[in-house]
């Protein structure tokens, strides 16, 4: 899998904007950029992938830079529920796993 | 249906005994994944399935490992002669072969927490 840069952690406010960053210069043209998160005591779960275009949901949105060397997760509002590890991912074309690297530690103080 | 169930949800056990943890994955999920995460570090990839073949073993995976799937639904892994370097939690996941436009979602169960004594 293409290598990511992740910061190891991260602070923020509740109610305030996050912005996750994630740096990925080894990516090739068919990587989907996917992020997942881990909450305490929980299995990963899936918050967002994108290709080359912005993408928005739910959860979050992911803005990826135009040459695709990074991208950067947003929680537009953090909540105390979003305290967790937030992992960026890029499995190779084709690849049907995931490999997670350390993550960044999001702390969200009330 | 509620999720990927894993069990048990603790287990703790000497040095050299064998352990086996099942998984039941979403019912109408084809492919089934194990992990193995220690304190502090991220889901370590250890295999995976698609139906009941086993596509891809890591290099991690020892000898003493084993994982089945026997009819494509539930799976199990057993570690043989168990070290205390195998105190851990083992994540299963499940997913659809493939998902729309690139997308690789897979769900995990809440995990089976290791220690070895």
């Known amino acids: 899998d293409a290598k990511t840069t992740q910061p190891n952690s991260m602070e923020s406010n509740e109610e305030e904007p996050v912005h996750l960053p994630c740096n990925h210069s080894?990516?090739?043209?068919?990587?989907?950029i996917h992020w997942y998160r881990q909450l305490p005591s929980q299995g990963p779960e899936y918050v967002i992938h994108?290709?080359?275009s912005n993408v928005n949901n739910r959860m979050a949105s992911l803005a990826i830079a135009e040459d695709r060397k990074s991208s950067t997760l947003i929680l537009h509002r953090a909540t105390l529920r979003d305290a967790a590890v937030y992992y960026c991912i890029l499995p190779q074309g084709g690849s049907e796993k995931l490999v997670f690297g350390k993550g960044t530690k999001l702390t969200v103080n009330p | 249906d509620t999720g990927v169930s894993q069990n048990p949800r603790h287990k703790i056990t000497k040095r050299g005994q064998n352990v086996t943890f099942r998984c039941d994955p979403i019912s109408e999920h084809n492919r089934l994944y194990w992990y193995r995460q220690t304190l502090g570090q991220g889901p370590e990839f250890l295999t995976y399935?698609?139906?009941?073949?086993?596509?891809?073993k890591s290099r991690l995976l020892s000898d003493r490992f084993s994982a089945e799937r026997p009819k494509g639904s539930f799976s199990t892994l057993e570690i043989q002669r168990t070290e205390q370097g195998d105190s851990a939690m083992y994540l299963c996941a499940s997913s659809l072969a493939s998902g729309p436009r690139g997308r690789l979602e897979l769900f995990f169960g809440e995990g089976s927490r290791l220690t070895v004594l």
């Open positions: 994108g290709l080359t």
């Open positions: 399935f698609q139906n009941e073949a086993q596509l891809e």
């Open positions: 080894t990516i090739s043209g068919t990587d989907y």
